[in-house]
């Protein structure tokens, strides 16, 4: 094989084949997300891959231009791969449901485009599921949300992680006690998102922001814990909008306690997200052996907007990639229970065809193979890809399985 030849068996940065065992696990997990996500009635929604560049522009709050592939259609128009699913889920919403007052639920999985250099070992293109609430602004939407997260996530085999649950409204209520400029929040957002609170108190200085506004603004970074945090920060807040932020938290947690998934929730009021669109109560899953969030999710009451429809609306989304990473490092990843029959013959291949017609009425999926290796090349060959039998057939002895 020459060098393009070789060349063309390799991916570009960023991507990645998946197969065989990898890949069964992996529909196996989307599978028990869906069927949990389809018990509290949502319903699937499929959008393009490809969107007009405008859907996903800075006004709208969404991935930075530089990450986004983007191409032009025959008419000149800029088009970009889905960086994100929720803004093509509100067009959506807002294109189909503009007069619908009642609140809908829809989910969907698929793939999802970034294009960034600072990969640090994720991939460019990643699978995603998830789920939106639209035309709801409780705090009951809000748990529900956080609930049905953690019981898809423990439907899929999780056992040991933490949603971890902020509230964007509460630090923009600082940034706008502190009288800060909209520059100056967004750079804030990027340090406090980042935990880089030397840079963040740099930034301030340049700004000459009054030191004890500086404090009051790097002390959300240690207001994370137990609901007991949401007690402290109520002590020490002194505007209303930030305020109002804490207390709808407080009512989402008892929510969450009549759930009875509190000991999965936890708080943290530095919790930044890097998408503009959340306006509210904003929460991440987190789990060991996995390199970062395994599900993000919130609200974001005024995308819609955009679309010409108001409706406030709440969502989350589970990186598949991710959690499949994680549940295989801590031995849980769910197996499918497999039906799968390898069907081997020397010259028999009628009988061979009747036993595999039988199967396949039964149910099974049964492959027909010309027995020309050793019995042991083929254990191997079932053991890697996926069948649960062997069995071997000949005109003299009939059937026989291994």
């Known amino acids: 094989m020459g060098v393009s030849g070789k060349r063309l068996l390799h991916t570009p940065e960023g991507v990645r084949d998946i197969y065989g065992r990898e890949y069964a696990s992996k529909q196996m997990v989307q599978k028990l997300l869906g069927d949990k996500l389809y018990s509290y009635g949502y319903q699937n929604i499929q959008t393009p891959t490809f969107e007009f560049f405008d859907v996903f522009s800075r006004e709208i709050g969404t991935t930075p231009s530089k990450e986004l592939y983007k191409f032009f259609d025959k008419e000149g128009n800029t088009l970009v791969l889905r960086p994100d699913f929720t803004p093509s889920i509100a067009r959506c919403a807002a294109k189909y449901f503009m007069d619908e007052t009642i609140p809908l639920r829809f989910c969907y999985s698929g793939n999802n485009f970034i294009n960034t250099n600072d990969l640090q070992g994720k991939l460019k293109e990643t699978t995603q599921m998830g789920a939106e609430l639209i035309g709801d602004a409780s705090p009951e939407a809000d748990a529900e949300m956080i609930a049905l997260l953690v019981e898809a996530l423990c439907n899929s085999g999780l056992k040991d992680f933490q949603i971890s649950v902020g509230q964007i409204e ?233």
């Open 170 to 402: 509460y630090f923009k209520g600082l940034c706008a006690e502190a009288e800060l400029d909209e520059d100056t929040e967004f750079a804030l957002r990027e340090y406090i998102s980042n935990r880089n609170e030397f840079g963040a108190q740099e930034l301030l200085l340049d700004k000459n922001i009054p030191t004890k506004t500086i404090d009051m603004l790097l002390n959300v970074n240690s207001l994370f814990g137990s609901c007991e945090v949401l007690d402290k920060a109520l002590e020490s807040v002194n505007n209303t909008r930030s305020r109002k932020a804490l207390e709808r938290l407080q009512e989402v947690y008892k929510l969450l306690k009549i759930y009875g998934v509190e000991q999965y929730i936890s708080f943290d009021l530095a919790m930044v997200s890097k998408y503009n669109y959340y306006t509210g109560v904003i929460f991440s899953a987190y789990t060991y052996q996995a390199g970062s969030a395994i599900a993000k999710g919130g609200r974001y009451d005024n995308l819609l907007e955009k679309f010409g429809k108001y409706a406030p609306a709440t969502g989350f989304v589970v990186m598949i990639d991710e959690l499949v990473t994680a549940l295989t490092r801590q031995k849980r990843c769910p197996v499918s229970t497999t039906k799968n029959i390898l069907l081997l013959y020397n010259s028999a291949f009628c009988e061979a065809l009747e036993c595999a017609k039988a199967y396949r009425e039964q149910g099974y999926a049964a492959v027909l193979m010309k027995k020309e290796h050793s019995e042991e090349h083929y254990k191997k060959f079932a053991a890697d890809n996926h069948f649960s039998e062997i069995v071997y057939v000949d005109s003299s002895a009939g059937k026989e399985g291994d």
